[in-house]
């Protein structure tokens, strides 16, 4: 089995398929030979699971996600890379590479043809363009899975994993622990990729609720009530609210004093309560 994560590797790769890295993919591929394993054996593949990745790019996570899972489904965008994925992947029966946009896919349907019987997780080195949309989509299709282990850029990792109610929280940290709970696992520097990215990456893991934290009759409201509230962030939850809902003030102020939530307070300092109450009154 060839070693991925190493550099003449992946060169003698490039240069047979004739391949170049797509910046607009965010193709960064990882060379640290210590983070897959670390990665696959955190995300909880073992006996029993079947692993959804994202962005399987030459094929280096996928590897060790297929020592560890009963099946691995890997979904590339590129279809440059398959051939070269038929190449990496040939020593292994239990996986199957999709060559399809993530965001296009229905994850419902593929879970259920796939991996009937398993648990199911997600394990990805996500490319970075679409951190946030990927995680919403795995988040808000209510799939039936129990993890969520991503590499994102180390900015975003400790955004998703904040403390809600705290400065370094935003409207994704809310989102997150509606469905989830957060953890930060581990850092990455920005040297253990080829090409190296400019910043600092982490991997961190969202561990699925069975149900979603508050039970609404339409989770739209919150999520609407959370971007309104963070969308000038630095502006007190009245005015962030009402020029982002084009609401009157006194209205919301009257629906801000209704749910507790002083009109005053600025967003990040609001718990997952406040949203809450905020939500159902909206
Ligand atoms: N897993 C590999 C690794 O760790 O070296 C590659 C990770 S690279 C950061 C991101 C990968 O996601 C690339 O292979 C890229 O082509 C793929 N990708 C980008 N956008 C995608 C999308 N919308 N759907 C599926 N794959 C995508």
Redesign the pocket.
């Known amino acids: 089995m060839k070693r991925l994560s190493d550099i003449g590797t992946i060169k003698d790769i490039l240069s047979r398929y004739g391949f170049n890295f797509?910046k607009g993919?965010?193709?960064?591929?990882?060379i640290n030979p210590s983070v897959?394993p670390r990665m696959a054996e955190m995300s909880g593949a073992g006996e029993g699971v079947g692993v959804i990745?994202?962005?399987?790019?030459?094929g280096?996570?996928?590897q060790e996600l297929c020592k560890l899972a009963d099946k691995v489904v890997a979904?590339?965008?590129?279809k440059r890379?398959i051939p070269v994925l038929d190449e990496t992947l040939c020593d292994f029966d239990n996986v199957k590479v999709i060559n399809?946009?993530?965001?296009e896919l229905d994850l419902n349907a593929l879970i259920e043809e796939e991996f009937s019987g398993m648990k199911v997780v997600v394990c990805?080195?996500?490319?970075?363009y679409?951190t946030s949309p990927v995680i919403m989509k795995l988040l808000e299709d209510n799939l039936p899975i129990e993890a969520i282990t991503v590499?994102v850029q180390k900015e975003a990792a400790q955004r998703i994993c904040a403390e809600v109610g705290t400065r370094q929280s935003g409207a994704v940290t809310v989102a997150v622990n509606f469905y989830s709970k957060p953890s930060l696992l581990f850092s990455v520097s920005a040297g253990s990729f080829m090409p190296a990215p400019k910043v600092d990456s982490a991997v961190i893991r969202l561990d699925i609720y069975k149900e979603p934290l508050f039970k609404l009759d339409d989770n739209k409201k919150f999520f609407t009530a959370v971007k309104a509230a963070f969308a000038q962030r630095r502006k007190t939850v009245l005015n962030s609210i009402s020029s982002s809902l084009g609401l009157e003030k006194s209205a919301v102020n009257e629906l801000l004093s209704e749910s507790n939530v002083s009109p005053q307070a600025r967003a990040e300092k609001l718990s997952m309560e406040d949203f809450y109450n905020i939500a159902q009154r909206l």
């Open positions: 797509s993919l965010g193709q960064n591929f990882l897959c990745e994202i962005g399987p790019g030459i280096v996570l996928t979904i590339e965008i590129d890379l399809n946009d993530v965001m990805a080195n996500l490319p970075y679409i590499m």
